[in-house]
């Protein structure tokens, strides 16, 4: 029913033959690092780029752009949308800095929202005064209704009693259950995210998807990879991006990757890209110190992390996911986990060569010197999250204690551009929030500085090699003659900036189809229909 709906829905926008002219500073993003005077936009397409308006154009009025900058629309390329959306319409745990404060952002959302169900995002032992987790005893004391918060990562929780006696029993014998301090890890934790997001309706998710379209829009940004696939019902998720990519009122590019093992489900709905975390993550996170590493942890001799499957298992996905031709991501931090990815993807490849199947890892934090040279042999791209380096909720402080000396070679950006690979830029959402200028602040003032890039490289990050991770270069990501005119217009020049103020940069204006995207985005009419039938 969902593949007829998806081919019923019509993806075409029409951008009329309109056109527009802009003169000033264009960075096009092109191989070339191009910098010109004239951007001629038409029908929706890019009709001309260069340094003198031909004379046919002459009697148009450009627009000036003065101090501002065209570039090409904004990409992220990793999030999670649903997991996104749902967490920026519940309760934000960002801004806790203890647990009384933590108390007073719990009552005042139970108060406001009255929900059945309390579910947080955002808690982090490191941002705390007490600097460790709340416990499900100290959680019974400020809610009695079912809570469950879940930490920055998006790998584990912690719940209350309320919770705990709600969760279905089978869960309760699942790696990563502590039911005496309510802490979730791993597998109980993946189950219980499945269990709760099962419960939230429809239509509240769909709002809240509407809405995040247009916060993401607002920040530039009109491309997207998200993984999905958290376990709603039926996979309900995966299909309801795709179904609401279809049919927005203003066109926005959803490059759906499915995060699961079971390549069947993928064919079944034609999709190219299989992926993500979740199931098909191979290891935890720093914040957890479940990334799985070669060296134990600084503080916990005995703790190297956690790989979540064999080696035969990564290889035998991998292999079965590429033989089928499909573009295969997969989320590995620590370089244990990264190297299993890269031997997997090398050997798939080694049995069935594809020059480009534009494979990737998500984070890819430690690399190790074989994992990188295979990574520019095989062209296997880098999905990275250059925010997370200035994560205040897993500061350089707590990396530095748990990993030693090794903090300082985490996501080596630099190196990684000198021997070619392709890293594209995302925010992890809701691990940090889409908003590509911080993103390219953090790229171009590494804490390592000597791994710091340039900003036209950090433009790119998440412009131009964003719309190549996802085959998207041919018609995206730069602003070169026939493609699709996605722009952005910033309001000052990032190649003029000091590199430290990059993050005031703000979007003026995206345009999609050389149309102004106009915030308000509402449900195709179809979808609407279909998944709710008039009585
Ligand atoms: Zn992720």
Same mark, same amino acid.
């Given at each position: 029913?969902?593949?007829?709906?998806?081919?019923?829905?019509?993806?075409?926008?029409?951008?009329?033959?309109?056109?527009?002219?802009?003169?000033?500073?264009?960075?096009?993003?092109?191989? *070339?690092?191009?910098?010109?005077?004239?951007?001629?936009?038409?029908?929706?397409?890019?009709?001309?780029?260069?340094?003198?308006?031909?004379?046919?154009?002459?009697?148009?009025?450009?627009?000036?752009?003065?101090?501002?900058?065209?570039?090409?629309?904004?990409?992220?390329?990793?999030?999670?949308?649903?997991?996104?959306?749902?967490?920026?319409?519940?309760?934000?745990?960002?801004?806790?800095?203890?647990?009384?404060?933590?108390?007073?952002?719990?009552?005042?959302?139970?108060?406001?929202?009255?929900?059945?169900?309390?579910?947080?995002?955002?808690?982090?032992?490191?941002?705390?005064?007490?600097?460790?987790?709340?416990?499900?005893?100290?959680?019974?004391?400020?809610?009695?209704?079912?809570?469950?918060?879940?930490?920055?990562?998006?790998?584990?929780?912690?719940?209350?009693?309320?919770?705990? =006696?709600?969760?279905?029993?089978?869960?309760?014998?699942?790696?990563?259950?502590?039911?005496?301090?309510?802490?979730?890890?791993?597998?109980?934790?993946?189950?219980?995210?499945?269990?709760?997001?099962?419960?939230?309706?429809?239509?509240? !998710?769909?709002?809240?998807?509407?809405?995040?379209?247009?916060?993401?829009?607002?920040?530039?940004?009109?491309?997207?990879?998200?993984?999905?696939?958290?376990?709603?019902?039926?996979?309900?998720?995966?299909?309801?991006?795709?179904?609401?990519?279809?049919?927005?009122?203003?066109?926005?590019?959803?490059?759906?990757?499915?995060?699961?093992?079971?390549?069947?489900?993928?064919?079944?709905?034609?999709?190219?890209?299989?992926?993500?975390?979740?199931?098909?993550?191979?290891?935890?996170?720093?914040?957890?110190?479940?990334?799985?590493?070669?060296?134990?942890?600084?503080?916990?001799?005995? *703790?190297?992390?956690?790989?979540?499957?064999?080696?035969?298992?990564?290889?035998?996905?991998?292999?079965?996911?590429?033989?089928?031709?499909?573009?295969?991501?997969?989320?590995?931090?620590?370089?244990?986990?990264?190297?299993?990815?890269?031997?997997?993807?090398?050997?798939?490849?080694?049995?069935?060569?594809?020059?480009?199947?534009?494979?990737?890892?998500?984070?890819?934090?430690?690399?190790?010197?074989?994992? !990188?040279? !295979?990574?520019?042999?095989?062209?296997?791209?880098?999905?990275?999250?250059?925010?997370?380096?200035?994560?205040?909720?897993?500061?350089?402080?707590?990396?530095? =204690?748990?990993?030693?000396?090794?903090?300082?070679?985490?996501?080596?950006?630099?190196?990684?551009?000198?021997?070619?690979?392709?890293?594209?830029?995302?925010?992890?959402?809701?691990?940090?929030?889409?908003?590509?200028?911080?993103?390219?602040?953090?790229?171009?003032?590494?804490?390592?500085?000597?791994?710091?890039?340039?900003?036209?490289?950090?433009?790119?990050?998440?412009?131009?090699?964003?719309?190549?991770?996802?085959?998207?270069?041919?018609?995206?990501?730069?602003?070169?003659?026939?493609?699709?005119?996605?722009?952005?217009?910033?309001?000052?020049?990032?190649?003029?900036?000091?590199?430290?103020?990059?993050?005031?940069?703000?979007?003026?204006?995206?345009?999609?189809?050389?149309?102004?995207?106009?915030?308000?985005?509402?449900?195709?009419?179809?979808?609407?229909?279909?998944?709710?039938?008039?009585?």
């Amino acid at each position: 029913m969902i593949q007829d709906l998806y081919e019923k829905i019509n993806p075409e926008f029409s951008s009329g033959d309109a056109m527009k002219i802009f003169e000033g500073t264009i960075l096009t993003c092109d191989k *070339n690092d191009t910098v010109c005077q004239y951007l001629v936009e038409k029908a929706g397409r890019i009709a001309y780029v260069g340094n003198e308006l031909p004379e046919k154009y002459s009697k148009e009025n450009p627009i000036q752009l003065g101090k501002k900058a065209l570039i090409p629309s904004f990409a992220d390329s990793h999030l999670h949308f649903s997991s996104y959306s749902l967490f920026s319409a519940t309760l934000d745990l960002r801004a806790a800095t203890d647990f009384s404060s933590l108390s007073e952002l719990l009552s005042t959302y139970v108060q406001t929202s009255d929900p059945k169900v309390v579910l947080g995002f955002g808690i982090s032992a490191h941002s705390l005064v007490e600097q460790r987790m709340i416990t499900r005893t100290e959680l019974d004391k400020m809610e009695k209704r079912p809570v469950m918060l879940v930490k920055y990562d998006g790998h584990a929780s912690v719940i209350n009693t309320a919770m705990k =006696k709600m969760l279905p029993a089978k869960m309760k014998k699942l790696r990563g259950y502590n039911g005496d301090t309510g802490q979730l890890f791993q597998e109980a934790f993946f189950a219980a995210t499945d269990y709760i997001t099962s419960k939230v309706s429809v239509i509240a !998710l769909i709002q809240h998807m509407l809405s995040a379209v247009d916060t993401m829009a607002s920040k530039g940004i009109s491309l997207v990879h998200p993984a999905e696939g958290i376990g709603f019902l039926l996979d309900l998720d995966v299909d309801l991006v795709r179904l609401l990519a279809r049919g927005l009122s203003n066109p926005f590019q959803f490059r759906v990757f499915f995060q699961t093992m079971e390549t069947q489900k993928v064919l079944k709905r034609k999709l190219p890209r299989i992926g993500g975390c979740f199931a098909t993550a191979l290891d935890g996170c720093f914040g957890s110190c479940d990334a799985a590493l070669f060296q134990p942890y600084e503080q916990d001799p005995q *703790n190297k992390g956690i790989l979540f499957y064999t080696d035969q298992q990564v290889d035998d996905f991998v292999q079965t996911a590429h033989d089928k031709g499909l573009q295969v991501q997969l989320h590995a931090i620590g370089d244990a986990a990264v190297d299993q990815a890269v031997q997997a993807f090398d050997r798939a490849l080694k049995n069935n060569f594809r020059t480009d199947h534009r494979h990737s890892i998500i984070h890819a934090s430690l690399m190790g010197p074989k994992s !990188l040279d !295979l990574c520019a042999a095989h062209g296997i791209g880098i999905a990275a999250q250059p925010a997370l380096l200035n994560l205040n909720l897993e500061p350089y402080g707590y990396l530095e =204690k748990i990993l030693g000396q090794r903090v300082n070679k985490i996501s080596p950006f630099r190196t990684m551009l000198d021997m070619g690979i392709h890293v594209s830029g995302g925010s992890d959402a809701p691990v940090t929030l889409p908003d590509p200028a911080f993103g390219m602040h953090c790229a171009c003032n590494h804490y390592t500085s000597s791994q710091s890039v340039t900003p036209m490289e950090a433009l790119k990050m998440f412009t131009h090699e964003t719309a190549w991770a996802s085959f998207d270069d041919g018609d995206r990501g730069s602003l070169e003659p026939g493609k699709i005119a996605d722009m952005v217009i910033l309001d000052q020049n990032p190649l003029e900036m000091d590199t430290q103020d990059l993050f005031r940069l703000k979007t003026q204006t995206l345009y999609v189809q050389g149309k102004k995207y106009e915030p308000g985005q509402k449900l195709p009419e179809l979808l609407w229909n279909a998944l709710f039938p008039k009585k």
